[in-house]
């Protein structure tokens, strides 16, 4: 069965750096063809993906916010770990962490979310 | 960069209507396409892969169809627990980029 579980910070302050982690079980990120990816969703709008790791620690990027984003893994730990530098208000919303199913790039394991809210 | 488009943004319907909801892609993604559903408060579900294959645990009354540029959700017999909001996805090598969804309200 897998699962994973996004944590971090509920409430920080601008300019600070966003640090969050996703622990997962049931898969390993050393299997070929596996990939976690974060997607971010503000209050009331739609799904933004921010960035995708491959087993092989291939790293895609959203272009928009690239400079801003580092996605790493720690295969020992089962964790995958995305920073965004510089946060701002509109960065608020809800943070989801999830497995690539396939070569089609579907996402078919989800976190649960977790809420973080920027603000002075 | 590829974006997707999905019509409408909002669908009023009713329990048992046969609805369809679309995405089209700005460049032709071959079958690269996936659906999902989401309700309040609650992440994404995959519903649909590759365009056309069903998930597992995703019920028959759920099918997707297209290629290339243009994409359908169809459910044929809507139940009370498919108001939600739906959202197609597109996956190339370099990123993956959402729609951005449609919202099944009930009439």
């Not at chain 1, 070929?32 to 209050?43: A, E, F, N, T, Y």
């Not at chain 1, 009331?44 to 790493?72: C, F, H, Q, V």
């Not at chain 2, 959700?73 to 939600?84: H, N, R």
Request: hydrophobic content about 30%; glycine content about 8%; proline content about 5%.
């Amino acid at each position: 069965q897998i699962t994973l579980k996004e944590s971090g910070p509920t409430l920080m302050k601008p300019t600070q750096t966003l640090t969050l982690t996703c622990s997962f079980s049931g898969f390993s990120l050393t299997t070929s063809g596996v990939g976690v990816g974060w997607i971010r969703q503000p209050p009331g709008k739609a799904l933004e993906w921010l960035a995708l790791i491959y087993w092989d620690d291939d790293k895609r990027y959203n272009p928009s916010l690239k400079n801003r984003l580092t996605i790493t893994k720690d295969t020992s730990k089962n964790q995958v770990v995305l920073t965004m530098t510089n946060a701002d208000p509109v960065d608020t919303g809800t943070y989801y962490c999830a497995h690539r199913g396939s070569y089609y790039g579907d996402l078919d394991f989800w976190g649960q979310g977790t809420l973080v809210t920027v603000s002075s | 960069d590829i974006q997707m488009t999905q019509s409408p943004s909002s669908l009023p319907a009713s329990v048992g209507d046969r609805v369809t909801i679309t995405c089209r892609a700005s460049q032709r993604i071959s079958t690269y396409l996936n659906w999902y559903q989401q309700k309040p408060g609650k992440a994404p579900k995959l519903l649909i892969y590759a365009a056309s294959s069903l998930q597992s645990g995703v019920p028959s009354r759920f099918s997707g169809s297209g290629s290339g540029t243009d994409f359908t959700l169809t459910i044929s017999s809507l139940q009370l627990e498919d108001f939600a909001t739906y959202y197609c996805q597109h996956s190339s090598s370099t990123l993956y980029t959402f729609g951005q969804g449609t919202k099944l309200e009930i009439k």
